[in-house]
């Protein structure tokens, strides 16, 4: 009874905890010049968006590239792999096949919001830009965001049997260095407080490009910062970016790592970090000048949400999933009268496997089934339990994924009555997670046409 009592007061502790940080989290919203000055909002709201320039482009996310010279076995190896569910070994395959067929399909540019290395070491960059090269060769244009990964990341080690030793992480000049061919070089506008910057690859058409991290809080003795953020320097620097942009009558798009919107109902409420700090606020100005389509990464899924602010502005959040998760997805997207025509290709086939697109779902699978049982370990489940309970969480997840869920016929949770009591005290914590997760949020996610003059 003690040690019951003991892991309850832990557990209790745990969500007070995750109570404060969410306070925290959210604490003191930005206030922005369109909410304090009357006529800056009347100025703005009597500007008619204009209709976004007929283009076609691809969007990439989280393509964590990793230079298997730091090792590829041992221990330490796979320990890592085993708290997490990325295809590290095959990430260059993976990228190389998407990039091919980039190149056959030929869009104008390229957007790539973050997470472009597992976690940020020098020798994974220079993988990446010899790739983005490719690209760069056959007249496509690429444009990159950092993601949380990327920069500062006391992760990146090199790994030697049972041990792991520090390797060399990118800084924020070493960014900019590396991928001035990328983005930067074209810039018509940078943040001096961040890796943000704008560009215009089209007459009429600006793209913010927003570095949403916090690597500059990172410290190299603790985990890296996950989750977003836009500091008030940079925040004013983008209001006052999006003002010139309305005046000037330029269509505009942004893209960046961090969610500006939820992708499920419990979104805030589970994963934040997965969020930019203030989103909804942050969401709402986006909107009220006129960004009608973001682009983001980081949760590694494939999907889009929409909202409607008060103001009757909207923004779509078109989420790209991971090359090194299943399915491996990238997208086209071609604007055309005011329609966003988005389609979804997969990585189906790379030199390592005959099968990829069924080892990918198997490996992305056993993550998740992995990674959920380290953690329920944690709250002291059974193996019997864990057994039962980490399918359930994998298939919620992979059909996020996937995208455009469809609630299974079957049981999407677990039967209480078949476990032991810290298995039904982690199920009813997540059972909301799960139900959640399966209830996919207007519009559609993969092909779709979006209405980028009136909205849903």
Do not use: C
């Not at 604490?27 to 009347?42: I, M, R």
């Not at 560009?199 to 500059?216: M, Q, S």
């Not at 990172?218 to 942009?245: F, H, M, R, S």
């Amino acid at each position: 009874m003690k040690k019951y009592l003991y892991s309850f007061g832990i557990i209790v502790i745990i969500l007070a905890v995750i109570g404060i940080y969410r306070l925290v989290y959210y604490e003191n919203p930005p206030y922005f010049l369109y909410q304090k000055n009357a006529s800056l909002y009347d100025e703005i709201v009597s500007i008619k968006p204009p209709q976004y320039p007929n283009i076609t482009f691809a969007t990439l996310s989280d393509i964590h590239i990793y230079d298997k010279n730091l090792g590829n076995s041992g221990e330490a190896f796979q320990a890592y792999l085993d708290s997490d569910r990325k295809m590290l070994l095959e990430s260059e395959h993976i990228l190389k096949a998407a990039i091919d067929d980039i190149i056959v399909k030929k869009p104008s540019f390229v957007l790539i919001s973050g997470d472009l290395t597992k976690d940020g070491e020098i020798l994974s960059h220079h993988i990446v830009v010899k790739h983005l090269k490719r690209l760069q060769d056959s007249n496509i244009h690429v444009y990159v965001v950092p993601g949380n990964h990327d920069i500062n990341n006391s992760d990146a080690k090199r790994f030697n049997g049972n041990y792991t030793t520090p390797v060399p992480s990118a800084n924020k000049e070493d960014f900019t260095s590396m991928y001035h061919d990328f983005g930067y070089q074209e810039a018509i506008s940078k943040d001096t407080d961040s890796l943000s910057y704008i560009i215009e690859p089209i007459d009429g058409l600006w793209i913010f490009a927003l570095d949403t991290n916090r690597y500059r809080e990172n410290v190299a003795t603790k985990p890296p910062i996950v989750g977003g953020k836009l500091y008030d320097t940079t925040l004013e620097w983008l209001e006052n970016q999006l003002i010139i942009a309305n005046k000037q009558g330029k269509a505009i798009l942004a893209f960046f790592h961090h969610g500006v919107l939820q992708h499920y109902d419990k979104n805030e409420e589970f994963y934040p970090e997965y969020l930019l700090q203030h989103y909804k606020h942050i969401g709402e100005m986006l909107a009220f000048y006129n960004v009608r389509l973001a682009f983001t990464g980081h949760f590694h899924a494939n999907d889009i949400s929409f909202f409607r602010f008060q103001h009757g502005k909207f923004i779509y959040d078109v989420e790209t999933g991971s090359l090194v998760s299943a399915p491996s997805p990238y997208r086209f997207i071609t604007l055309q009268d005011n329609r966003a025509d988005i389609s979804t290709f997969h990585v189906t086939n790379i030199s390592r496997h005959e099968n990829f697109a069924a080892f990918a779902r198997n490996y992305t699978k056993n993550g998740f089934e992995t990674l959920a049982k380290n953690i329920m370990e944690s709250y002291w489940v059974s193996k019997e339990d864990q057994e039962y309970i980490a399918p359930f969480i994998s298939k919620a997840f992979i059909a996020h994924y996937y995208g455009d869920e469809i609630v299974p016929q079957d049981e999407i949770l677990p039967d209480s009555s078949k476990l032991g009591l810290f298995g039904k005290i982690v199920l009813s914590l997540k059972k909301d997670l799960i139900i959640s997760i399966w209830n996919d949020i207007n519009p559609a996610d993969n092909n779709v046409v979006l209405d980028v003059e009136n909205g849903l």
